[in-house]
């Protein structure tokens, strides 16, 4: 998986309480991004990183706050967790925008 | 609004046989296409990335088409194995001006393929 990490792989957890979640690359890639992936639609992009501490929305990023402050590491977090965010989060990193984009293998997320 | 659409949406064929997967889009302007296999439970993985000026690009048994006019693209497996079982899912990737917004890649849903015995 490129050197891609993700952690926790699998969680639980209650309405209200906040979640994060973290990927870990190797590659000194550029660019990170988080994605979530549901039943019935494409993986929607939430938040991604051009570099330490710069950061930008995607489509669906209500609910949702990023940090970046190494290079390898980009942390999604849920800062009180909803339902509606019962997802698979992946990360993704690339070297620059244009180019090929490798994935982690993904976070399960359910929000009970 | 920038579009994938991917056909069908699941198809179950024999072991060995070959397949078609169909990805059109609406997307501009046009950067790259890729295709990429998502095993279940797993993360995408690339299989082709394809630029204007390529219309053919295979990756084993894989073959990736692209006509740029039609804006259409063909993800072509050959002699499938069980192993080929999986999502299959088609991205285009718009290019993007200063600002370098990250929401130029649309994803299509893609497409569950079953490869039986």
Known sequence: DAGITQSPRHKVTETGTPVTLRCHQTENHRYMYWYRQDPGHGLRLIHYSYGVKDTDKGEVSDGYSVSRSKTEDFLLTLESATSSQTSVYFCAISALLETEAFFGQGTRLTVV | ?117
């Open chain 2, 1 to 117: 609004k920038n579009q994938v659409e991917q056909s069908p949406q699941s198809l179950i064929i024999l072991e060995g046989k070959n397949c078609t997967l169909q990805c059109n889009y609406t997307v501009s302007p046009f950067s790259n296409l890729r295709w990429y296999k998502q095993d279940t439970g797993r993360g995408p993985v690339s299989l082709t990335i394809m630029t204007f000026s390529e219309n053919t690009k295979s990756n084993g048994r894989y073959t990736a088409t692209l006509d740029a006019d039609t804006k259409q693209s063909s993800l072509h497996i050959t002699a499938s194995q069980l192993s080929d079982s999986a999502s299959y899912i088609c991205v285009v990737s718009a290019w993007q001006y200063s600002g370098g917004g990250a929401d130029g890649l649309t994803f299509g849903k893609g497409t569950h393929l079953i490869i039986q015995p």
